[in-house]
């Protein structure tokens, strides 16, 4: 079969999607149809496949991570140093029941878990997975990113008010209101990227940043803290689980789900999280390529070793991090990560524009870019911290007063009335 | 036309992963914040103060390990230095400066059990709680070695303790005592100047000092409103007036105070303990005390500072083998009191905070 013409080659996977469709179209002569249909399955399976086979195993990466963490040693009984726990696990939500609270709205109790897959999901069909491994290739890709993004809040709106639950409902009010937030400097930290890459299409973000060799990491560090943290809020990961918050509001808006229906959701969480991952290996850290160590090491490995370092750090905020308060982590974005992003784009669009007018040469302009902007980006977060008040002594960290005057009182009144933030 | 509205009451608990046992909050929300709220508590009731009057003066020891299952040792020193007072039994020397050992190990593992949960009710998904638990295991090992049991530990008797320590415990101590400034140290660092904790916790549930004195809070959550009030300093006993030792303070009163002030506690508690081991005399570490005791009628009040504040047994003897009447004053209980007006005007996530700060055991709010 002509297919597997040059299986030797695994540094794109892509060209035995090619090699099936030039069969159909040359040597069966399927209509067009025809080879849309299949290539577009083929790389839907394939996408599932992977994404079931990462979270599977990440279930075990991150159970055995925060074990170390937290000074113990994480699940070593089912198989082999504990490998077989998440298939355990799997099961057990299988094999347990999925409760409908009597008071639930029935429908949209199921409608919820469904839908929240969709947007994990479906982000991943514009990732550039390797050269050529693309599912839709779409000239608007970072907005698609963005809008399927922000779809995921439907459905735990959706989960939240059908379960008929008190703590459910915070949850979801919760996932509302930060959404509303934190899509803003998404879409801004976004922004600084798109500036400078000059397209929307992934594939060709990509292939600018292989092209002048510089991840927009080092061009846009503000971009990425901005857009890590926006989306860290997005997909409900530690500090930024309020939503979800276990310590509060018992588990938010799934509170009042169980078995199989509580699975897909710890699901969707775990595809969330690959699809911000994605995104930002993708939009920052030059997606498949890596200074040319890509015509030597299959792209696709290359993405998803990045990838995966990517969800590390989630992992280990999760691990390490306490969780902010609502109003905290909304304050955070409208007077602090909202005007850094606002500056940024600015002045990346300034950039832009002296490097294209200005006629300088590319290997003269981005590093120089490069240390201005990660410049700009520290003194920026120090002086708008200051600005803010962070810094202020009564903000800062301090210790217990030591005494041996039995009866003494040291209490100082607060300057502001209790209750005001 | 006005839209109508009904108040949001949410029960946090009796089931819930934050209210340290079995304790309910009824809260009354608008949006976040809480306008009123209901402490409901007697779930884990056990009628220990009636039982007691049922049981000899020795057979009540092992109530007091669980109304505080926290910190047993100290449960039990409050209750045998009630008895003490009642029947005019002065326990040896020894068994004095073992009392003070064990309370102090007890506050460290209390304290950083304490602290571990505050993290947690920050939000630090159990890292602070393992590690702090890492250091308590050890405390709970040196417990078993001195009398076989690490939460009920029994081992304060009227006249002494129950067991002299073997002789494996004064290096496991040392080497624990050593280890302890070093992991005090990390954790200061990784917590108390934890921003994300500071945002937390700083200017949260401010309890006044006047408020306090007025509830009659004790302990940590009455020295972080900043009164010097310690009742190892106040009513020394034991042998607490021969250690050096600072009372920690706060200034605000708030959560952030009430975490750091049981922080440097537990600085002060390695203090005292590398004291104490060195000084400990050889010697008998209890009095002979005949078994069907008998205390001549009257009445005792024993106090201590345990972990969680002023632990009093109130003990009343009319002549008989067992109590005629047998009060706790259980600082997990009283300092509940001036939770409501911490709690309103908090959001949700700040009640948790602040409930958390109290550091209450339900076994001992409830008895």
Redesign the interface.
């Known amino acids: 079969m002509p297919a597997l013409a040059a299986w030797y080659d695994l540094r794109d996977l892509g060209h035995y999607v090619t090699s099936v469709i030039n069969w159909l179209q040359d040597d069966l002569s399927a209509p067009d149809w025809v080879t849309y249909v299949v290539s577009g399955v083929i790389g839907i399976v394939a996408i599932l496949l992977w994404l079931l086979i990462s979270q599977l195993s990440f279930i075990w990466i991150e159970r055995r991570i925060?074990g170390r963490?937290?000074?113990?040693i994480g699940p070593n009984r089912v198989g082999p140093r504990g490998l077989l726990q998440p298939i355990a696990d799997a099961l057990k939500l299988l094999l347990k029941e999925a409760i409908t609270v009597r008071l639930a709205d029935r429908p949209l109790f199921w409608l919820g878990p469904v839908l929240i897959f969709v947007p994990a999901m479906v982000v991943f069909a514009v990732i550039p997975f390797g050269k050529g491994m693309t599912l839709a290739d779409l000239n608007v890709g970072v907005l698609f990113v963005i809008a399927i993004g922000s779809t995921n809040t439907v459905a735990v709106f959706i989960a939240g008010w059908s379960s008929n639950n008190?703590?459910a409902l915070?949850g979801a009010m919760r996932t509302v209101a930060m959404l509303i937030s934190y899509e803003l400097i998404q879409v801004l930290a976004l922004l600084g990227v798109v500036v400078f890459a000059g397209s929307m299409r992934l594939g060709e973000v990509v292939a600018w940043q292989s092209h002048y060799n510089a991840w927009l990491l080092f061009l846009q560090p503000l971009a990425l803290v901005s857009f890590m943290i926006a989306s860290a809020v997005e997909i409900n990961r530690?500090?930024m689980?309020?939503s979800e918050?276990?310590?509060?509001?018992?588990a938010g808006y799934h509170t009042e789900y169980s078995g199989i229906k509580f699975g897909f959701f710890y699901t969707a969480e775990y595809f969330a999280g690959f699809a911000i991952s994605a995104v930002t290996v993708t939009l920052f850290l030059g997606g498949w390529t890596a200074w040319g160590l890509e015509e030597w090491v299959p792209g696709w490995l290359l993405f998803l070793s990045k990838l995966y370092l990517v969800f590390f750090l989630f992992i280990w905020t999760?691990?390490?991090?306490?969780?902010?308060?609502?109003?905290?982590l909304m304050a955070f974005a409208w007077k602090f990560l909202l005007p850094l992003a606002l500056v940024n784009v600015l002045v990346a669009g300034g950039e832009v524009l002296a490097w294209r007018e200005g006629d300088i040469s590319s290997n003269v302009a981005l590093p120089i870019f490069g240390v201005a902007n990660a410049v700009l980006a520290a003194q920026l977060i120090i002086g708008w911290g200051t600005f803010m008040g962070h810094l202020k002594p009564?903000?800062?960290?301090?210790?217990?007063?030591?005494?041996?005057?039995?009866?003494?009182?040291?209490?100082?009144?607060?300057k502001?009335p209790?209750?005001e933030? | 036309m006005p839209m109508k509205t009904e108040p949001?009451?949410?029960n946090i608990g009796p089931q819930?992963?934050?209210t340290h046992g079995v304790f309910r909050m009824r809260l009354t929300l608008d949006g976040?914040r809480i306008t009123d709220a209901d402490m409901v508590i007697g779930y884990l009731h056990r009628s220990m103060e009636k039982l007691a009057e049922e049981r000899s003066f020795t057979q009540v020891i092992p109530f007091t390990d669980r109304t505080d299952y926290v910190a047993a040792m100290t449960g039990n020193l409050a209750y045998v230095l009630a008895a003490e007072k009642l029947c005019g039994i002065e326990a040896p020397e020894r068994a004095q400066w073992l009392r003070v050992i064990m309370s102090e190990l007890q506050r460290f593992a209390s304290h950083s059990m304490a602290v571990g949960v505050f993290?947690?009710?920050?939000?630090?998904?159990?890292?602070p709680v393992?590690?702090m638990f890492?250091e308590r295991e050890k405390i709970l090992d040196l417990f078993e070695m001195a009398c076989g049991a690490r939460l009920t530990t029994n081992y304060m008797r009227i006249g002494g303790v129950s067991r002299d320590i073997p002789p494996e415990f004064m290096p496991a101590a040392h080497k624990l005592l050593a280890e302890l400034p070093k992991r005090m140290d990390e954790y200061e660092d990784l917590l108390?100047?934890?921003e994300?904790?500071?945002?937390?916790s700083?200017?949260v549930g401010?309890l006044?000092?006047e408020l306090a004195i007025a509830t009659s809070v004790s302990g940590p959550m009455l020295r972080?409103?900043?009164?010097?009030?310690?009742i190892r300093?106040?009513d020394p006993y034991a042998a607490y007036e021969r250690l050096e030792f600072?009372?920690?303070?706060?200034?605000?009163?708030?959560v952030y105070?009430r975490f750091?002030?049981r922080?440097?506690e537990m600085r002060?508690s390695i203090r005292i303990l590398e004291q104490a081991l060195a000084m400990i005399p050889d010697g008998p570490v209890a009095v002979d005390v005949p078994v069907a005791l008998r205390p001549p009628a009257g009445e005792a009040y024993g106090r201590i500072e345990s972990p969680r504040g002023e632990l009093g047994f109130y003990v009343v003897s009319d002549g008989g083998p067992a109590p005629y009447r047998f009060h706790i004053r259980s600082p997990s209980y009283i300092n509940l009191t001036p939770l409501r007006d911490l709690a309103i005007?908090?959001?949700?996530?700040?009640a948790?905070v602040i409930l958390g700060s109290i550091d209450i055991v339900v076994g001992e709010v409830d008895r």
């Open positions: 925060i963490m937290q000074a113990r008190k703590f915070l530690s500090p689980d309020i918050a276990e310590s509060e509001i018992v999760r691990g390490t991090l306490p969780r902010l308060r609502i109003d905290q009564e903000r800062r960290a301090k210790r217990a007063v030591l005494t041996q005057e039995l009866g003494a009182v040291y209490y100082v009144p607060p502001r209790a209750g933030p | 949001f009451v949410v819930h992963p934050s976040e993290a947690n009710d920050c939000g630090a998904w159990q890292t393992m590690h890492r108390v100047e934890n994300i904790i500071v945002a937390r700083r200017g401010v006044p000092a972080a409103s900043g009164v010097a009030w310690d300093k106040a600072d009372i920690c303070v706060g200034t605000n009163g708030d105070d750091l002030v922080v440097a002060q005007g908090a959001t949700v996530a700040d948790i």
